[in-house]
């Protein structure tokens, strides 16, 4: 392969750029639909995540999302500071505290789920219907790993 062959390869066939522009796209249609309701698509997301899985520890939640610590404990430190979620004493003299929902959390999910449905529909609309299937069949043989 000559030497460019390579990097010509990469710009047309990479898994990896295509899947990076198909979620900075996605993302950008939730954050654009959220945004009246203070929160982003990622802090959405986590609190989808943690009411899926509450009370659920931050290594519990990082391991379903497949996310690295770092990223997670940013994201968690907003969603706790705004009061959307709350550690919560699981069993007595437990070293990690898990994490549920408060009220105002799964208010706001319930306040946004209209804008979310047209965030969705838009996002849909673009991957169209067989793409939609293969989304979700990928991300949910990871969810199962």
């Keep these: 392969m000559a030497r460019g062959g390579v990097i010509i390869e990469m710009a047309q066939t990479c898994v990896l750029m295509r899947t990076r522009l ?29 009411f899926q899985m509450e009370p659920a520890t931050r290594i519990e939640i990082g391991r379903f999302h497949h996310q690295d610590r770092s990223t997670l404990t940013r994201n968690l430190k907003l969603v706790l500071c705004k009061d959307w979620a709350k550690e919560v004493q699981d069993k ?15 208010d ?29 069949d990928i991300a949910n043989g990871i969810m199962n790993t």
Aim: glycine letters at 6%; hydrophobic letters at 55%; zero cysteines.
């Design 108 to 136: 706001l999910l319930h306040k946004a789920a209209p804008a979310w449905l047209v965030a969705q529909a838009r996002a849909k609309t673009l991957l169209g219907t067989n793409g939609v299937i293969a989304v979700m």
């Design 22 to 50: 198909i979620s900075r796209v996605i993302t950008a249609i939730h954050d654009e639909q959220l945004r009246p309701f203070g929160i982003s698509s990622p802090q959405f997301v986590l609190l989808v995540v943690i």
């Design 92 to 106: 007595p003299g437990a070293r990690a505290k898990p994490i549920a929902l408060t009220k105002a959390g799964k």
